[in-house]
């Protein structure tokens, strides 16, 4: 049982260029997250979906743009990368049943020169 | 602004000792509290959580104490051991949104 898998887990960008993060869940879970991690930042909310065909913004979604696919796949897009946007990047999804329960990903980082 | 507040930062403690992990929240629509264990290179994982109708919680090492009139909660690490060092985030959620609001995290070093 795979859980969330994150692709890619390394990636280096310049700044300007544009890439996309995707994440697959195999829990069959309704809802998914994204969230980015920094050094004394903690966890921070970029954009999440409540079910499929919905996304909404959370704490910082400005530079970002998501997508919900399918009930199994949420990719977040940075269309010009800045190099504000270096951090480590989760995918997370969990179950109404049991908000706040949220499941994890290994985490992507990215680096923006 | 920080509607999960964290503290301290860092943590060091010998084997067996009791590490306490401080947190304070301001929204009182939050209506469930998870703490979160994160291994380097890991995501990270659910470790306990509790809601504010019961003021303590336990799972094995690992306690959740809860001030609800504070707006307060802490998580304990009995007999600490070197295998718990880690990142420690604490969290909070309003049922309605499923939202998780994390603290900014504790880094924890049990020394052998």
């Known amino acids: 049982n795979a859980g969330v898998t994150q692709t890619p887990k390394f990636q280096v960008l310049k700044t300007g260029q544009s890439m996309t993060l995707q994440c697959a869940q195999d829990?069959?879970?309704?809802?998914m997250y994204w969230y980015r991690q920094d050094p004394g930042m903690g966890l921070r909310l970029i954009y999440y979906s409540a079910s499929e065909g919905t996304t909404d913004k959370g704490e910082v979604p400005n530079g970002y743009n998501v997508s919900r696919l399918n009930k199994r796949e949420f990719s977040l897009r940075l269309e010009s990368a800045a190099p504000s946007q270096t951090s480590v990047y989760f995918c997370a999804s969990s179950e109404p049943t049991r908000p706040g329960e949220l499941f994890f990903g290994e985490g992507s980082r990215l680096t923006v020169l | 602004q920080q509607q999960v507040k964290q503290s301290p930062q860092s943590l060091i403690v010998q084997k067996g000792g009791i590490p306490i992990i401080n947190c304070a929240y301001e929204n009182t629509a939050f209506d469930y509290f998870p703490w979160y264990q994160q291994f380097p290179g890991k995501g990270p994982a659910l470790l306990i959580a509790?809601?504010?109708?019961?003021s303590e919680k336990k799972e094995g090492r690992f306690t959740i104490s809860f001030n609800k009139s504070a707006k307060q909660f802490s998580l304990h690490i009995m007999d600490s051991q070197p295998g718990d060092s880690a990142t420690y985030f604490c969290?909070?959620?309003?049922?309605?949104?499923?939202?998780?609001?994390f603290g900014t995290g504790t880094k924890l070093q049990v020394i052998p």
């Open positions: 829990m069959n879970h309704n809802s």
């Open positions: 509790i809601r504010p109708d019961v």
């Open positions: 969290a909070a959620s309003s049922g309605g949104y499923q939202k998780v609001t």
